[in-house]
């Protein structure tokens, strides 16, 4: 096992890891800071798959406090209004930062203020863009200012343990695969950031990356922390629908479309939305979600058993021209956005929940932090569309901030070995089994028993049958086995590692 040690350790690249690497750089520019993460730097995880936008209250007609009580009205009033409070009003300094500090172009009007368009549940038009692939803009910018900097990077190292002190008093440290080689690695840490990203990729139909599995909350509820509003789970009601054949189905298409006047129609090709609500298609996407999953029941659907959208009476070039990418990406599968209809169904995108967290991201295990998709409390029962770039960057940043601080005075803490130990031995138990594999059979009943019982619509009865479904899937998985294979011999040694296949 490889042991490494650092002052800072962020897990995950995403807007909040990056921000908290690039703030806690700046706050203490001699502390050891390291990124690590599953994927690449910069090109893994949710923040770089941002379409639609930020919110952030910019214009002189718009104000902090309308972006905040639209956040709270979105939410249900469930969200934690100090944390939402942070939320709007840090967004304002964030989006200055990422423009003139860290080089983000955003799309402007001719005048020259900063262009901010229409999302769902907006009482003013505040999201801020560049084009439709926001994201892509933003987590360059941050990656190439990382880069620039003294950080150390963990590229395509896991994530798999906290691990506490001795005493369990505090974090020590995590312990890791690295991916590339199946070594693992223990990375011993004065203050550890938990900024993987959450992401419900367990439904049948998802939006988030690959990359993203609730590694960061599995961790923390192993490490006995609390986690809220875990039932608070975001369907977007635009996913693709393109077949089962094509990881396509279930991505997104932005909010923007609705936002801009795009209308839903059912399998007769009628619009339905007005019935539903007086905002019709610009309600918020539990609304539009839930309505929509009530014209699935009806079997009034499309060809793959969803619903359309249709956004050619806005006009083909205009559609063409507002929404390059999303045209691009629906012509890819054989849609044409722009002048026909495009088959969609909603899709499990943003987990509301998380872990419970102070509003300096502290968390009760000392030394923990938390940011972004990771942590619960920021949206209630519903996040806004635009909200949770705001959020990963705002809180990412505080996060920096506090964790240069809390480190200062601060030594490195003993590890507890035995747990080290036990986590290793959790992670090759399924290396030591006998039972036939099946794998692939287990996530597609997941995915099914997800999206019918755990869904937009559930009940009490169907919860029992999916909680009893789930621990029998829960045995099944206890009982496979991986098999364990060595391949390549290079003469640099870099490739006479282990690979581990299903
Ligand atoms: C398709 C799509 C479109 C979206 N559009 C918008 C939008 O227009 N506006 C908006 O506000 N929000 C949007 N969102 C939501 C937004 O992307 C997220 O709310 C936000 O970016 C999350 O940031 P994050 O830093 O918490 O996580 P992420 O950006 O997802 O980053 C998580 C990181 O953690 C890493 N990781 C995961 N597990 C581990 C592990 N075990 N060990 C180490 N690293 C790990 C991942 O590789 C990744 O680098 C969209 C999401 C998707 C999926």
Known sequence: MRSLETDILILGSGGAGLFAALHAHKAAPQAAISVAVKGLLGKCGCTRMVQGGYNVALAKEDSVERHFMDTIEGGKWLPDQDLAWMLVTLAVERIHELENELGCFFDRNPDGTVHQKAFAGQTFDRTVHKGDLTGIEIINRLAE?????????????????????????????????????????????????????????????????????????????????????MEMVQFHPTGLLAGPHTRMTGTVLEEGLRGSGGHLLNGAKQRFMPQYDR???????????????????????????????????????????????????????????????????????????????????????????????????????NRLGG????????????????????????????????????????????????????????????????????????????????RSELAGLEMELDALVLREDRCGSGEDGRRTKKTRSV
């Open 387 to 466: 909200n949770g770039v705001a959020n990963s960057t705002v809180f990412g940043a505080v996060a920096g901030d506090v964790m240069a601080g809390w480190i200062r005075e601060r030594g490195l803490e003993t590890p507890d070995g035995g747990a080290i130990d036990a986590a290793v031995a959790a992670c090759e138990a399924p290396f030591k089994r006998t039972a036939s594999s099946g794998l692939e059979r287990v996530r597609e009943r997941l995915y099914d028993v997800m999206w019918e019982k755990v869904g937009i619509i559930r009940d009490g009865p169907g919860l029992e049958d999916a």
């Open 279 to 381: 905002l019709a298609e610009r309600a918020t996407r539990d609304v539009v979600s839930r309505a929509m999953y009530s014209e699935i029941v009806k079997k009034n659907t499309s060809p793959h058993g969803g619903l359309y959208i249709s956004m050619a009476h806005l006009g083909p070039e205009r559609v063409a021209r507002e929404f390059k990418g999303m045209v691009e990406r629906c012509a890819d599968c054989g849609f044409d956005l722009a002048g026909g209809l495009v088959e969609v169904v909603p899709t499990a995108h943003y987990m509301m929940g998380g872990v419970e967290f102070r509003s300096d991201c502290s968390t009760l295990l000392p030394g923990l932090f938390v940011a972004g998709e990771d942590s619960g409390g920021v949206h209630g029962a």
């Open 145 to 229: 200012q990382v880069w620039a900097r003294r950080i150390e990077r963990l590229e395509e190292h896991r994530a798999v343990e906290l691990v506490k002190s001795k005493s369990g008093d505090s974090v020590a440290g995590v312990l890791m695969i690295d991916v590339r080689s199946g070594e693992y690695v223990f990375v011993r840490a004065k203050a550890v950031l938990l900024a993987t990203g959450g992401g419900p990729t367990m439904y049948r139909y998802h939006t988030p990356s690959g990359d993203k599995s609730c590694d960061g909350l599995a961790m923390a509820l192993r490490a006995g922390l609390q986690l809220r509003d």
